[in-house]
């Protein structure tokens, strides 16, 4: 099972690298997280929203791979607890499943790409930078794997 980010955004902070990439070597090899960085479009004076987002919608659609779960994030979205994102991936494992997690970037996703996902997930009802949204997936990522395997990083 592979799990794809696909991030709005380049040129992060050396510590969301860091972050991002310490909870991706953690995980064992039939869960991978694979970053996929998509350019943010240049946001000019005068510049339209809606183009902006359009054009950010092409992008990670392009990125997008074949034959897998979407997930967008949005402030919106429901609120799982660990616990349960383990059981879905636990669904997802069993069907054979690699997921494709999209993170927005400063104006959000275009609304098409919070139609076409097969879920809409909050990360938390307050608003993250977009650099520390890449961190706390990861994490969250392998502490759901942890619980699977048993594994006691996560301790209730």
Known sequence: MRFFVLA???RMPAWIGSGFQEYAKRMPRHARIVLREIRPERRTA???????LASERDRILAALPDQCE????????????????AEQIARWQAAGRDVAWIIGGPDGLHPDLKRKPHYLVSLSAMTLPHGLARVLLAEQLYRAVSILGGHPYHRD
């Open 70 to 85: 979407v997930i967008a994030l949005d402030e919106r979205g429901a609120a799982l607890s660990t616990a349960q994102l």
């Open 8 to 10: 709005v955004g380049n």
């Open 46 to 52: 005068g510049a339209v929203t809606e183009r902006v």
